[in-house]
């Protein structure tokens, strides 16, 4: 069975701080990872992450995949109130069934 | 533009009475996924369409059931909603199955049941 596993599940930071989420996988037939922002409504797309290595990068978001290690991070540099939300990884599948981790909760307080 | 388009944004319904919840989408794309999400956990599938073909996730109740009239509805019936199916019901679509294709939220349903 696929595996999605997120942490930390919660992280609570002060404006300006840079943060990590990690996002670690075991799935068959990997072919991306996506990550998603979450706050109170449906899921917005951030990233999809399909070779190692390669940073993708948005304003202070950036995130990178290393498919040996079957891990993404994903980084939010300098930090504002408006970071706060759910952060979502999931890993699709070919067959059409994405798998995704619990979350991570990030407050971010002024 | 919206692009996935679920109403009602909120719907309150007695417990049993059957309830039916929708979502459109403008992207033309070939997939339609619903999703239950309860608080602090991660979306769940409960099935999917690829065009016509409904796929139905094995742990999926029997209490909930799907309807693709065409390429651009798509419908999740709950026939008797229990307590327990109190959440919020994404729909979202992506262009096929590849592995590597992003899937699109609706902004969900809350279902509140009473």
């Known amino acids: 069975e696929d595996k999605v596993v997120q942490s930390p599940l919660s992280l609570v930071v002060h404006e300006g701080d840079t943060v990590t989420l990690n996002c670690s996988y075991e799935?068959?037939?990997?072919?991306?990872l996506l990550w998603y922002k979450q706050e109170k409504k449906a899921p917005t797309f951030l990233f999809m992450l399909t070779s190692s290595g390669i940073e993708k990068k948005s304003g202070r978001l950036s995130s990178i995949l290393d498919k040996k290690e079957l891990f993404s991070i994903l980084n939010i540099t300098a930090t504002q109130t408006g970071d706060s939300a759910v952060y979502l990884c999931a890993v699709p599948s070919p067959a059409g069934k994405s798998t995704f981790g619990d979350g991570t909760t990030l407050t971010v307080k002024p | 533009d919206a692009m996935v388009i679920q109403n009602p944004r909120y719907q309150v319904t007695q417990f049993g009475k059957p309830v039916t919840l929708s979502c459109s989408q403008t992207l033309n794309h070939n997939v339609m996924y619903w999703y239950q999400q309860k608080s602090s956990q991660a979306p769940k599938l409960l099935f999917h369409y690829y065009d016509k073909d409904f796929n139905n996730e094995a742990d999926t109740p029997d209490n909930f059931q799907s309807r693709r009239p065409n390429t651009s509805f798509c419908f999740l019936d709950i026939r008797s909603p229990g307590l327990g199916d109190a959440a919020m019901y994404l729909c979202a679509t992506s262009t096929r199955f590849s592995g590597t294709d992003t899937q699109y939220f609706g902004p969900g349903t809350r279902l509140t049941v009473l």
């Open positions: 799935v068959t037939n990997f072919r991306s």
